[in-house]
């Protein structure tokens, strides 16, 4: 790798590099050691191309998740097997992981502004601004999309399809759009312990000895020619385990909690 190598979004890749492995050593032990991170499915990672994958996820905080992946991935492309043990997985970190992430939240403060270049795709949310939502949507910046694409097309992609920390909010049907211009494999993740450990930036830690959780599924099917928007909004809801299905299961005592932590949140936004 030459010393200014840069990836398509004009990136020095031995800067990112070290962002990358500075990053690693400062949040290590948010997951192993403050917490404990179980993660299944590592095995799956391993099989998948060098390019055009998207990972698509539930979201409970704006850093953590996406920082839990980057050691996840890469801890199982080293051979770990559901394992963040012994961090010198790092050391030479997949180049090419990207993540979508809200152009105002990255603009906030010069940390998000460190963590964009590690790897963000920013992009302008057309019913959210400022942390509220707006009553007339705003057009889709068709760079936006296209950014995604060049994401895909040099490597790995996580994105969020709901664009928000809330649980159960619909999925955003723009992440359908992708699936079907881009044909990437769609691989779900679904986690959870992360909101009770982290504030909701996922910057600061709460509370210590949580079990955070961190599973990953097989690769969606999708029939990229034939399936609706509609239809491959539904699958991606239930991959995350995000469809209003879900809820059904839970019970009186765990949806009034439910309800309770939905106020607070809308009282944080």
Not at 57 to 69: E, I, K, L, W
Not at 118 to 139: M, P
Request: proline share 4%; with cysteine.
């Amino acid at each position: 790798m030459g010393l200014f190598k840069r990836n398509p979004f004009g990136h020095i890749l031995f800067i990112k590099k070290w962002l990358i492995r500075i990053f690693a050593v400062l949040t290590h032990r948010r997951f192993r050691g403050f917490n404990d991170l179980q993660i299944e499915g590592s095995e799956i990672i391993k099989t998948l191309p060098e390019t055009n994958v998207l990972f698509i996820s539930n979201h409970q905080t704006y850093f953590a998740d996406v920082v839990a992946m980057f050691h996840v991935f890469n801890a199982s492309l080293s051979g770990r097997e559901d394992s963040i043990k012994n961090l010198g997985y790092i050391w030479q970190p997949k180049m090419n992981i990207y993540y979508v992430a809200a152009k105002e939240t990255m603009q906030a403060g010069l940390l998000p502004r460190i963590l964009s270049y590690i790897g963000a795709i920013t992009v302008e949310r057309t019913w959210r601004s400022c942390g509220k939502d707006v009553k007339e949507k705003r057009e889709v910046n068709p760079n936006d999309t296209e950014n995604i694409g060049v994401a895909l097309k040099d490597g790995w992609v996580i994105t969020f399809p709901q664009g928000t920390t809330k649980s159960f909010k619909p999925v955003r049907k723009g992440t359908a759009h992708i699936i079907k211009q881009h044909r990437p494999i769609v691989v779900p993740i679904v986690i959870d312990g992360f909101r009770r450990s982290f504030d909701k930036k996922g910057l600061r830690m709460k509370k210590k000895d949580i079990l955070q959780s961190f599973i990953i599924k097989s690769p969606l099917v999708i029939d990229y020619d034939n399936d609706t928007i509609e239809q491959i909004v539904e699958k991606i809801e239930y991959a995350i385990e995000q469809h209003p299905s879900f809820l059904k299961v839970l019970s009186a005592e765990e949806i009034k909690a439910a309800e309770e932590l939905n106020k607070l949140r809308a009282w944080e936004y």
